[in-house]
């Protein structure tokens, strides 16, 4: 039996792992999907070091739940897992990138949009509009979110998902990461390909695994959002993987 602590993705909250965590439940294994700290229903106000912010939430987590840990993070999450792994890689059996920002030392989010500028972001950057008072992005076309987000997806799913997008704090783009060999490179680390993913396109994925290895590599033919497209076979993905 593991413990499964899931990360959401930038804009999304703990509800997109809705369909993952009664499967996981199933199989016998303790799963949490937290709201990161101002993401979702959480209310909490975003600090000005967000990422600090939310490696410390989620480290508490990993501090209480029963051994093997097995973190999952999707997409903009790769970031906290990278800085999860660093911070404490006794406590962490597993890190999982589902179509994850898997980065080197002193990059983040703003970086990966730079190096990578064929990825879909320019894309999704096109229906965000961004508040510089609040510090924060707001997904205002949804036809972009379901193109980026939601392109396999059932009709009705996409709808409730694009209904609960939050607000996204500007300053996680701006947040370099920090890990080494001795600490992150230690924990174990498997990543899910999205194979037809616009947001995060497969030979963006790759060419982050090239600068961290990952074993195993699992493809998945799906869009960015495996736990609408095919959580039945996501949720098999994550349990091989325990």
Request: charged share 20%; glycine share 8%.
């Amino acid at each position: 039996m593991a413990s499964y602590i899931l990360i959401h993705g930038g804009m999304h909250g703990g509800w997109c792992w809705e369909k993952i965590v009664p499967l996981l439940e199933a199989a016998g294994h303790r799963v949490l999907a937290p709201d990161l700290p101002g993401m979702g229903s959480d209310t909490t106000p975003f600090a000005a070091d967000v990422m600090r912010q939310w490696t410390d939430a989620m480290a508490a987590l990993v501090m209480e739940a029963e051994v093997p840990v097995i973190l999952v993070g999707h997409s903009r999450a790769g970031v906290t897992l990278s800085e999860l792994g660093e911070r404490m890689p006794e406590r962490i059996a597993r890190l999982v990138y589902l179509a994850a920002v898997l980065t080197t030392d002193g990059k983040g989010m703003g970086d990966m949009v730079v190096d990578f500028p064929d990825s879909g972001a320019a894309k999704l950057a096109a229906g965000v509009s961004v508040d510089d008072a609040a510090g924060t992005l707001t997904m205002t076309d949804l036809d972009a979110a379901a193109w980026g987000f939601y392109n396999m997806c059932a009709p009705e799913d996409v709808v409730a998902a694009q209904r609960r997008l939050s607000k996204e704090p500007l300053a996680i783009m701006a947040s370099p990461i920090h890990v080494t060999p001795d600490r992150f490179g230690r924990v174990p680390r498997s990543y899910i390909e999205t194979e037809f993913d616009n947001a995060m396109p497969l030979d963006v994925q790759r060419a982050m695994q090239r600068e961290w290895p990952c074993d195993p590599v699992i493809t998945l033919p799906s869009d960015h959002s495996p736990f609408y497209s095919m959580p039945q076979r996501l949720a098999e993905a994550l349990l091989s993987l325990a």
